[in-house]
């Protein structure tokens, strides 16, 4: 689509059109073209920018990462149409491997995201046919099927754009979770150790840029990093943020004089 480079709405329309290719090429559900929608609307809120908040929460993502002994990134369909080069370039930056996961899954799917993550660099990717052939215990949807060499031995998992089921199943076996979520109030924000409350495309970007800051400190430092953190507290402030914004926006002339 040519979209005009004075559109006001340009860069919202440029990730819509990512994740339609994505739909088209067979990497994105049509399902989650509904989920982005939500997503935007928050993101409207929260007023299109990384909040503080945010920035506090990568910075203790970072951390988390670089401390793992196993860290694994799952990736959907909207994650690998939106941030490709980004998931290629934190598994590089951590040694963490990159693993498919899909509520909707085909092995037609599975098969073009994985491709689309080779063609951006990805060295191997995980949870693809055969290779999702554990399960994780009283999940019953298709992202149950994790590989074994991935998410299943992972001590540190970064599932972007998660569904709540799985990031409370992968609590229960005891790993630390990582989410990036525009919604403070879903059950994967509330659930994780660590909420990025931003929208991924900004978020991954600078995830890269703060893991390339923390490498090599020492690791002292990183785990103070993560104990001084509190998502708890992540969550509230970023509700009072989206609290104050509605206020004072309902306290301004909105409508749009042309």
């Given at each position: 689509?040519?979209?005009?480079?004075?559109?006001?709405?340009?860069?919202?329309?440029?990730?819509?059109?990512?994740?339609?290719?994505?739909?088209?090429?067979?990497?994105?559900?049509?399902?989650?073209?509904?989920?982005?929608?939500?997503?935007?609307?928050?993101?409207?809120?929260?007023?299109?920018?990384?909040?503080?908040?945010?920035?506090?929460?990568?910075?203790?993502?970072?951390?988390?990462?670089?401390?793992?002994?196993?860290?694994?990134?799952?990736?959907?369909?909207?994650?690998?149409?939106?941030?490709?080069?980004?998931?290629?370039?934190?598994?590089?930056?951590?040694?963490?491997?990159?693993?498919?996961?899909?509520?909707?899954?085909?092995?037609?799917?599975?098969?073009?995201?994985?491709?689309?993550?080779?063609?951006?660099?990805?060295?191997?990717?995980?949870?693809?046919?055969?290779?999702?052939?554990?399960?994780?215990?009283?999940?019953?949807?298709?992202?149950?099927?994790?590989?074994?060499?991935?998410?299943?031995?992972?001590?540190?998992?970064?599932?972007?754009?998660?569904?709540?089921?799985?990031?409370?199943?992968?609590?229960?076996?005891?790993?630390?979770?990582?989410?990036?979520?525009?919604?403070?109030?879903?059950r994967t924000a509330r659930?994780?150790?660590?909420?990025?409350?931003?929208?991924?495309?900004?978020?991954?970007?600078?995830?890269?840029?703060?893991?390339?800051?923390?490498?090599?400190?020492?690791?002292g430092v990183l785990k103070?990093?993560?104990?001084?953190?509190?998502?708890?507290?992540?969550?509230?402030?970023?509700?009072?943020?989206?609290?104050?914004?509605?206020?004072?926006?309902?306290?301004?002339?909105?409508?749009?004089?042309?």
């Open positions: 689509m040519n979209i005009p480079f004075n559109h006001p709405r340009r860069e919202s329309l440029l990730i819509r059109e990512r994740l339609v290719d994505g739909f088209r090429n067979g990497i994105v559900a049509p399902e989650g073209l509904i989920a982005h929608g939500r997503g935007e609307c928050f993101d409207y809120i929260l007023g299109e920018k990384t909040q503080e908040f945010a920035l506090r929460a990568i910075e203790a993502a970072a951390a988390a990462i670089l401390l793992a002994n196993h860290p694994v990134i799952s990736v959907n369909g909207n994650v690998a149409a939106l941030v490709p080069e980004y998931i290629v370039k934190l598994a590089e930056e951590t040694g963490a491997l990159i693993e498919v996961n899909l509520f909707y899954r085909t092995r037609e799917r599975e098969e073009a995201i994985k491709q689309h993550l080779l063609s951006h660099g990805a060295r191997e990717v995980l949870g693809v046919g055969e290779d999702a052939s554990a399960t994780i215990p009283e999940l019953f949807s298709e992202r149950r099927r994790v590989s074994p060499r991935g998410i299943l031995i992972a001590d540190v998992v970064l599932v972007p754009l998660e569904d709540g089921d799985r990031t409370e199943a992968l609590k229960r076996l005891g790993k630390f979770v990582v989410t990036i979520d525009l919604n403070p109030l879903s659930t994780a150790d660590v909420t990025i409350i931003d929208n991924v495309v900004r978020a991954m970007p600078l995830l890269v840029e703060k893991v390339r800051e923390l490498k090599g400190r020492d690791r103070e990093t993560i104990s001084r953190y509190n998502n708890n507290e992540t969550l509230q402030e970023a509700l009072r943020f989206i609290s104050h914004r509605l206020v004072e926006l309902a306290s301004r002339e909105l409508r749009i004089r042309v």
